[in-house]
């Protein structure tokens, strides 16, 4: 196996950009005016947080989900239902014009 530059890579090594280093088992996501939100940032670490028919649901999404989609799927099961909650909130505030306490850029 190479990279795109044709270099060889080691399958079973630590991923591209971590030089070396084991990556972290839990994300983390600041938002202006609230405190960080931590969350599973592995197929392990969410399956944990999963029981039941969530847990099926997600073995069965994630077996059937393209390689090149699978960080997406493992944000969209990771990510608090609470805080995904509280972001809709805001984007629907923004759709109806409302940019209170937007900051310009």
Do not use: K
């Amino acid at each position: 196996m190479t990279d795109l530059d044709g270099n060889p890579v080691d399958p079973g090594g630590p991923p591209p950009g971590t030089g070396g280093h084991e990556v972290a088992a839990m994300w983390s996501v600041e938002h202006t005016g609230r405190p960080p939100v931590e969350f599973p940032a592995t197929i392990d670490t969410i399956r944990a947080g999963l029981s039941g028919e969530r847990l099926a649901e997600f073995r069965q999404e994630t077996g059937r989900t393209p390689g090149h989609e699978l960080a997406v799927l493992l944000f969209r099961w990771s990510y608090p239902p609470e805080e995904l909650a509280s972001d809709d909130e805001v984007f629907t505030r923004l759709a109806s014009g409302d940019f209170t306490a937007c900051v310009p850029q």
